[in-house]
C-alpha cells in the first residue's frame, strides 16, 4: 500500500483541529503557535513520515503543565508543549530567546481568543532580523551550553550523565543556526548547520563540530550498528514503558518513525555522522525506562556503552574533560557566528522597540 503524501500545510491544519477539539475548552487556554521544522517549512513541501508537528499551546497558568508528547491525530504525529504566558511576557523577551522566537517570524498562531498572540507576532517579526536580537539569541544559546555542562552530576546513572554532556555539546549547533537565522531544530540540528555551513564555505567548523560530539571518525557500518542495537533497546523500553518522563511519548511504537526510522533515512542518505546525536540521546532515554520499569533488562547497557566509548567517553571520568573541550571552543564558535551574521544580507540594523 502506498503511504499517504501529508502536505507540511495540511499537517499544520490538523494540528490546529487538535488545538480546537481537546484544548480550547480549557478553562486555562490562551491560545496556540505552531513551533519547530513545521513552523518553518513551505507549506507546500511534503511533511516527511519521519517527522512530526510541533504545537505550543499557551495556558493563563503560572507554571505550565507537563509536555503532552506527540499524538498521533489525522493522520500526523502532532507533538504538544505547554507554555505558561508568562514565557511571553514581551516581545523584547521573545525576540531574545533562541528557541521562541522563530515561532513568530511568520504567521504561525494557529489559536489566538484574545488576539495578544497577533500582536506579540507582529513586533517579533519586526524585529526577528534585527543584529541586536541575532546576537543576543546566540548569547542565550551560548548560556544554555555553559549552563548544561555546569549541572553535570558525576553521581547520576552512566546514561544520565551522557544525556546531560550530550545536549549542551549539541547546542553548539544552535549558536550557528540562529546566527544563520535558521530553525534551530533538534533531532536535525547536524544536517542542518551542515547545509549552513556548506553555504558559507566553512566544512572545517562543521568537522570540528562533529570532532566536539565525538564522531567525525565514525564509518557509516558503525554508526549502523549502533542504530541497530538502540533500535532493540528502543522496542524493549516501549514495551515496558509504566514511569511517566518528559520524553515518554517520544519512545512509543507511534513515535518510532521519527526516533528509528529518521535515523534509518540518515544513514541511508550518507548523513550517517548526522544520525549519531539522536542516536546516542534515544538510546539515552531508552536506558532510563527500562532502568525504571525493567530493571532486568540489563544487557542492552552494553550497547550503549560502546556507543558512549566511541564518542570518547569510555567512563563517567571522560566527561569533564569532554565538557572541558566544549567549553574551550565557545571564542571560535562566537567568532564563526559572528561572520554568519555579517555576510548575511537579511541581517539589519535597527531600532524596533519590541515592547
Not at 38 to 45: F, I, Q, S, V
Amino acid at each position: 500500500m502506498t503511504a499517504r503524501v501529508v502536505r507540511v500545510g495540511d499537517a499544520r491544519a490538523a494540528a490546529a483541529r487538535w488545538v480546537a477539539r481537546e484544548a480550547a475548552a480549557a478553562p486555562n487556554f490562551a491560545g496556540a503557535f505552531l513551533t519547530g521544522s513545521a513552523a518553518w517549512a513551505d507549506p507546500g513541501a511534503v511533511l516527511p513520515p519521519t517527522s512530526d508537528v510541533d504545537v505550543a499551546v499557551v495556558v493563563t497558568d503560572p507554571v505550565a503543565p507537563p509536555k503532552l508528547g506527540k499524538i498521533p491525530w489525522d493522520g500526523v504525529l502532532v507533538e504538544v508543549t505547554y507554555l505558561s504566558w508568562d514565557r511571553l511576557a514581551s516581545a523584547r523577551e521573545v525576540l531574545a530567546s533562541c528557541h521562541l522566537a522563530g515561532s513568530f517570524r511568520t504567521d504561525t498562531v494557529i489559536a489566538d481568543p484574545t488576539g495578544r498572540l497577533a500582536r506579540l507576532r507582529a513586533a517579533v517579526a519586526a524585529g526577528f532580523a534585527e543584529r541586536r536580537w541575532v546576537r543576543l539569541r546566540c548569547a542565550d544559546a551560548e548560556s544554555r551550553i555553559t549552563g548544561g555542562l555546569a549541572a553535570l552530576d558525576a553521581h547520576a546513572p552512566f546514561h544520565d550523565q551522557v544525556t546531560a554532556w550530550l545536549f549542551p555539546a549539541g547546542i553548539t549547533t544552535h549558536v550557528l543556526l540562529t546566527a544563520g537565522l535558521r530553525n534551530p531544530t533538534v533531532r536535525l540540528r547536524y544536517p542542518a548547520v551542515r547545509e549552513l555551513l556548506r553555504s558559507h564555505g566553512r566544512m572545517d567548523v562543521y568537522e570540528e563540530l562533529l570532532g566536539l560530539l565525538g564522531c567525525a571518525h565514525l564509518p557509516r557500518e558503525r554508526v549502523g550498528a549502533h542504530l541497530a542495537t538502540m533500535t532493540r533497546a528502543f522496542d524493549a523500553a516501549a514495551a515496558a514503558a509504566r514511569t511517566p518522563f518528559p520524553f515518554s511519548s517520544d519512545i512509543t511504537t507511534a513515535a518510532r518513525p521519527v526516533a528509528v526510522d529518521g535515523g534509518l533515512d540518515l544513514v541511508a542518505r550518507g548523513l550517517h555522522r548526522e544520525a549519531v546525536f539522536w542516536i546516542a540521546a534515544t538510546y539515552a532515554r531508552c536506558l532510563k525506562i527500562l532502568a525504571a520499569d525493567a530493571p532486568g533488562e540489563q544487557g542492552h547497557r552494553a550497547g550503549f556503552a560502546d556507543l558512549a566509548a566511541d564518542l570518547g567517553i569510555g567512563s563517567p571520568d571522560d566527561l569533564p574533560r569532554r565538557a572541558r573541550e566544549v567549553i574551550a571552543y565557545l571564542p571560535r564558535l562566537r567568532a564563526v557566528a559572528e561572520e554568519i551574521i555579517a555576510a548575511n544580507p537579511e541581517v539589519r540594523d535597527g531600532s524596533t522597540p519590541g515592547g
